[in-house]
């Protein structure tokens, strides 16, 4: 069964912290993306990347970066955590373009004290 | 800026109802895909329509891509506790690398 795996269901950080959210895809997808979901602002793109070592910015990457030295894995890095940064992140795969869809881990839920 | 907007943002409704949600953009997409989220959990591709025109049915699920690729339907029949959740639509364009996503429906079916 195919499948998106992020290495967190829950986390809890302080603020201030170095926060690395961790993504495996096991479907040779080029394609891989870091959202967040927030109640009434629906899913917004932070990063993605089209390859290896490659990675473009999204709606809101201000205080993220992304790491993808391997294809199958893909890194959203949080430098200094901060509350406002509380949110479930979400990260998908895709082949390139998107008529087959996305992807998607099951989420890590990041709450940031 | 490509848009897709999706209304109603919640409806709850009793089991056994019918009901349909909208998803509706100023702009023309290449394809338009329908995604099903539960509580905790990441969404899940239920549809791709990349057709103008084109009606997809799902068991109870019935997905319908406007004639001008600006805008889609999903329509239940007969609905169930389990169908339950987040739908969001998502629209895609031609040599574009990601989705745009609707806001999301939250769907709740009260026994």
């Known amino acids: 069964d195919v499948k998106v795996t992020q290495s967190s269901r829950y986390l809890v950080k302080r603020t201030g912290e170095k926060v690395f959210l961790e993504c495996v895809q096991d479907?040779?997808?080029?394609?891989m993306f870091w959202y967040r979901q927030d109640p009434g602002l629906g899913l917004r793109l932070i990063y993605f990347?089209?390859?290896?070592?490659?990675?473009e910015k999204g709606d809101i990457p201000e205080g993220y970066s992304v790491s993808r030295e391997k294809k199958e894995r893909f890194s959203l890095i949080l430098e200094s955590a901060s509350t406002n940064q509380t949110s479930m992140y979400l990260c998908?795969?895709?082949?390139?373009?998107?008529?087959?869809?996305?992807?998607f881990g099951s989420g890590t839920r990041l709450t940031v004290v | 800026t490509q848009l897709l907007e999706q209304s109603p943002q919640f409806l709850s409704i009793q089991e056994g109802e019918n009901l349909t949600v909208y998803c509706n953009s100023s702009?023309?997409?290449?394809?338009l895909q329908w995604y099903r989220q539960e509580p905790g959990e990441g969404p899940v591709l239920l549809v791709t329509?990349?057709?103008?025109?084109e009606v997809k049915k799902l068991k109870r699920l019935t997905f319908q891509f406007g004639d001008a690729r600006k805008d889609s339907s999903l329509h239940i029949t007969a609905a169930q506790t389990g169908d339950t959740g987040l739908y969001l639509c998502a629209g895609g364009s031609q040599g574009a690398q990601k989705l745009v996503f609707g806001q999301g429906t939250r769907l709740t079916i009260n026994p």
């Open positions: 990347s089209y390859d290896v070592k490659m990675k």
């Open positions: 998908a795969s895709s082949l390139p373009g998107q008529v087959r869809g996305y992807t």
């Open positions: 702009s023309v997409f290449s394809s």
């Open positions: 479907m040779d997808h080029e394609n």
């Open positions: 329509v990349v057709t103008g025109g």
